[in-house]
């Protein structure tokens, strides 16, 4: 572990995570099982862009654009069978290589952490035990607690529970549904490449700037967080 003079917190004092695609290794399994959830009942199967494009937003939000031309009244057969394929694959989901490491030296520097999710919270819970670490995060916010991304309101409500202010905190994520939640939200945002949208997409959104790896979002946060 680093000297912690290394991470110092210097410009920001709230760092909030996205979960899919930024922390946990999951964009290809939620891809499929919606891509899955889609034939079966049907309907036109969106391609891997179409289905990684709406990691990130809650459940409802995500059928709506993944299958616009289902019927209302089919939206939650949908959403069973999309949990059904999930769910039979999630224990396998792991972080990504270094981002426990990360997230230790992180709280040991003196920084408040947080985790912003389009899952559930039943289903971050789940993923948080699984792992091991519930206990490194200060506050956490999930889509079925309020208004989803890119609705300011989580990013909103987690710093108010924490106490701190837009200009000290800093939202990490993958998709373009993150950096807008933290413009909306007044705070800075600061994208990964390694998840759901693509490099291009991301850079389009204004964020701080954009990492390839959790190796290059170590050194981005220790040289300007």
């Known amino acids: 572990m680093p000297e912690l003079a290394e991470f110092l917190p210097r410009r920001f004092r709230f760092v909030v995570f996205d979960w899919d695609g930024t922390l946990a290794d999951s964009t290809a399994l939620i891809a499929d099982s919606l891509q899955q959830a889609c034939r079966e009942l049907g309907e036109p199967v969106p391609d891997d862009a179409d289905a990684r494009f709406v990691i990130g937003l809650g459940l409802a939000d995500a059928i709506r654009r993944v299958a616009p031309g289902l019927d209302r009244s089919r939206h939650r057969d949908l959403a069973e069978r999309y949990r059904h ?40 819970e789940r993923a948080l035990a699984q792992h091991g670490i519930a206990s490194r995060f200060d506050a ?20 108010e529970r924490v106490g701190v202010e837009p200009r000290e905190t800093l939202m990490i994520g993958d998709t373009t549904h993150d950096i807008e939640l933290a413009r909306s939200a007044g705070a800075a945002a600061l994208a990964v490449a390694y998840g759901a949208h693509t490099s291009a997409g991301l850079a389009e959104q204004g964020a701080l700037a954009t990492v390839g790896s959790i190796a290059e979002l170590r050194a981005w946060l220790r040289a300007h967080a």
């Open 85 to 124: 394929h999930y769910l039979t694959r999630d224990s396998g989901i792991a972080l990504f290589a270094g981002a426990g490491e990360l997230l230790a030296e992180l709280g040991a520097a003196g920084f408040l952490l947080g985790v912003a999710t389009g899952k559930t919270r039943a289903g971050l």
């Open 140 to 159: 956490t916010r999930c889509a079925d607690e309020g208004r989803p991304k890119p609705h300011p309101d989580m990013l909103l409500r987690l710093m």
